[in-house]
């Protein structure tokens, strides 16, 4: 009897011939590192570079992320991954009433350049790429890097790294929005062109599925949102009067990677299918890197347990050999404790060592797209592109990602499959080993890393002192300014960069913004 996938497509027993009947090599693969990209976007993929092992970290002060960041350099990751806490994302300082009890909790607290510049302290941004998860403040974050690198003497040019910026899947998944759609889209926007101008080797967003499938979509709905956001963006950056291959080649994608290994290989190929695709047909881009789905991933946080911990390094290992098989740019494998706290050294220590088992004893890097030609990966990727066609299409009906946002859609159908996932773990359906199977009586007691409490009040202190020592009248003077290109027309990244530059803080830069654009207030569909 067929089993139905994460996406409800049939997985059957068997696969022979018959399947791949009619099915044309030529036209579904290409060869790798060319269209349709199904194979890879790199001709040698990992056996010219391995992908780039990047651990998401960050909490407590600049000073405690920046010591993380140099112990995980010192046992071989390969580029910085920075996680900031909720009052930075929301674009609010650490001293704010709103920010109370979470300075520094899930994330660093970055309030200003001078936070900024610890963090980064004897990291070369030369040598270094650097990806920021920050969405709704993210051009604030940018300046504030490109302003730290100024200081090492490392020009703009020079430096390499991601900024998230994917403020659609915020309203769909994860929260951190700050203002409505159409300023955010138009921020969006100044920052392609800054970039194109000023920052050229810069990766300016990270259209990410990752979590609408942490809230529960499925496969194919999270591949399908995703370049529906991406479509978005692409509209809006050429309504901008930017010609699509000035910056496409720098948009970047962010996925999940489950425990379901076959499925996920496909919806990772499909994924790169689709969206060369779009690009080509529907943009007409014409720069083979404006049709390479470049993307990042993550392994699958809500499949980790707390019970039993240790599981989860099992898992882990699973999820990164599927993002491996199916061919990604970049990894964050997740620590076996974070379903119950942040890391500690040890777990994030044995999280890369995760991926450096995949990449130094396994033999997968060693030929590319190694499920190429198989029955089943090769069905069930022309199965997950054609599912997320059809609902990019019902995306398109309602007017695109915006408009489909408004109308609530992607998330009534991410909460959908999110039920159907709780019913059959509820049943015993889905088996959870350690959670609804294989329990054990009593859990081994497990200390978890525990952030400060008093770094709150000396990211105040800081900033009282801050205040104190800047010269008032330039930051004054730098916000009208920022104020004024918001009213109008003209790129806000610069006279933001004078402002950051004079020591404004995230939160009053943010405010600025917030005073001519307002902030989103989610409808009641939504
Ligand atoms: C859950 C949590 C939350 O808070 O909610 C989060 O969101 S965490 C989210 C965390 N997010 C992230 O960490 C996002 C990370 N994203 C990225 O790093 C990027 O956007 C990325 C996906 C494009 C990967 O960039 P990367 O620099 O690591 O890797 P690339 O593939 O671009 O490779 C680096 C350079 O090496 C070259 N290169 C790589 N492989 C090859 C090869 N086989 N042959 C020839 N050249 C190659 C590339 O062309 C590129 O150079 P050139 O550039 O010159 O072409």
């Known amino acids: 009897m067929a089993r139905e996938s994460e996406s409800g497509l049939p997985i059957e027993p068997v696969y022979g011939p018959d399947t791949l009947a009619g099915w044309d090599p030529a036209e579904k693969l290409g060869e790798p590192g060319a269209y349709p990209f199904t194979r890879g976007v790199y001709p040698s993929m990992y056996t010219g ?20 960041y140099k112990q995980l350099i ?21 001293d704010a009433a709103i920010a109370s009890g979470e300075v520094g909790k899930v994330g660093v607290a970055i309030d200003s350049i001078d936070d900024m510049r610890i963090l980064f302290g004897g990291i070369p941004l030369d040598k270094v790429s650097t990806s920021m998860t920050i969405n709704a403040p993210a051009a604030l974050l940018l300046l504030m890097y ?3 690198g100024e200081e ?8 390499t790294g991601t900024i998230q910026n994917d403020v659609l899947k915020e309203y769909i998944a994860r929260g951190t929005y700050i203002f409505p ?34 809230a529960g979509a499925s496969p194919a709905q999270e591949i399908a949102f995703t370049l529906a956001d991406g479509i978005e963006y692409v509209r809006t ?23 379901t290994i076959l499925e996920e290989v496909a919806k990772f190929r499909a994924a790169r299918r689709i969206w060369a695709k779009v690009m080509r047909e529907e943009f007409g881009a014409k720069n083979p ?14 499949q980790l347990t707390a019970q039993q911990p240790e599981v989860n390094l099992v898992r882990v290992a699973v999820q990164g050999l599927a993002a491996v098989l199916g061919g990604t740019q970049s990894l964050h494998t997740n620590s076996f404790d974070e379903a119950i706290a942040l890391p500690t050294d040890k777990s994030a220590r044995l999280a890369l060592r995760t991926q450096q088992v995949l990449a130094y004893e396994t033999d997968v890097t060693a030929t590319v797209d190694p499920f190429a030609g198989s029955y089943v990966i090769e069905r069930m990727t022309d199965e997950v592109e054609a599912a997320a066609v059809e609902l990019m299409a019902k995306v398109e009906e309602l007017g695109g990602a915006v408009n489909a946002i408004e109308h609530g859609f992607q998330k009534g159908e991410i909460e959908r499959s999110a039920y159907r996932i709780a019913q059959e773990t509820d049943s015993g359906e889905r088996v959870v080993v350690g959670v ?21 009040a000396q990211q105040a202190a800081r900033l009282a002192t801050l205040r104190a020592e800047r010269d008032q009248a330039a930051v004054d003077a730098a916000l009208a300014e920022l104020k004024k290109a918001a009213e109008g027309e003209d790129n806000v990244l610069y006279p933001m960069k004078d402002a950051l530059r004079a020591r404004a803080t995230v939160g009053e830069v943010c405010n600025a913004l917030r005073e001519v654009w307002g902030t989103y207030v989610p409808t009641d569909a939504f």
């Open 152 to 159: 090492q003497g490392v020009a703009a040019d020079q430096l």
């Open 74 to 94: 010192a046992n071989g990751t390969m580029g910085l991954s920075v996680a900031f806490d909720l009052p930075t994302q929301m674009g609010h300082d650490s």
């Open 237 to 259: 950056a050429v309504a901008a009067g930017m010609d699509v291959d000035d910056f496409a080649p720098r948009l970047s994608f962010f996925f999940v990677s489950r425990t």
């Open 289 to 302: 890197k404006s049709l390479m789905l470049r993307f990042h991933t993550q392994t699958a946080g809500v």
């Open 146 to 148: 490109q302003l730290v």
């Open 436 to 456: 609804n199977r294989f329990q054990v009586e009593t859990e081994d007691p497990y200390e978890p890393l525990r952030v400060d409490p008093a770094i709150e």
């Open 49 to 68: 570079r391995p992908w780039t092992m990047r651990q998401y970290a960050g909490f407590g002060t600049a000073v405690e992320s920046n010591a993380r």
């Open 181 to 214: 759609p159409k300023p955010s889209l138009r921020l969006i926007a100044d920052i392609f062109k800054y970039c194109k101008a000023e920052i050229p080797k810069w990766n300016t967003i990270s259209i990410s599925g990752y979590h609408m499938a942490e």
